[in-house]
């Protein structure tokens, strides 16, 4: 299976890097996984909502880009369905028997997703009724999908 973490903006922290290139690590012998970054839209802090709505907007052009043709398409979303770690394991295995070879999760910026984007997932999670920033969602998503395949392979992790 290959997934894909596609996000806006890049993740400064040192420690939720080294987190995430962890997690990329133990997935190595699951699944393919690519982090694929994609430029945040630059405005003024003060920004009005029409400009916000304008960089959300170039935002979801630049994920649309870059989601391979044919991917079963998870979008993060405050709205969306709350998953146990055995539930987006359960998902996961049903994938993988369908055939859905491709899997891209989507992480916007801080201004969320596009309507555009939102219309082109196939489902709508949430990790949490609690906020996050995005570059800890990153991390939180990864662990959560190392944990999924764990859990399928009956593999000591998750308790």
Do not use: C
């Not at 596609?6 to 890097?17: D, H, M, N, S, T």
């Amino acid at each position: 299976m290959q997934i894909r973490i596609i996000a806006v903006g890049r993740i400064k922290e040192k420690f939720l890097q080294e987190g995430i290139a962890e997690y990329e690590k133990r997935l190595r012998p699951y699944a393919k996984v690519q982090v694929i970054e994609v430029p945040e839209e630059k405005r003024p802090a003060s920004a009005s909502p029409s400009v916000e709505r304008v960089a959300m907007q170039k935002e979801g052009e630049r994920i649309l880009a870059v989601i391979p043709e044919g991917s079963f398409v998870v979008a993060l979303a405050i709205q969306g369905e709350d998953w146990s770690s055995t539930a987006l394991a359960e998902a996961i295995s049903h994938w993988e028997m369908a055939g859905r070879n491709q899997v891209a999760f989507i992480i916007g910026g801080d201004l969320g997703l596009s309507p555009a984007v939102l219309a082109r997932s196939s489902l709508r999670l949430s990790l949490s009724r609690m906020t996050f920033t995005h570059p800890m969602a990153r991390l939180l998503l990864i662990e959560q999908i190392y944990r999924a395949f764990r859990i399928l392979r009956g593999e000591p992790y998750h308790k």
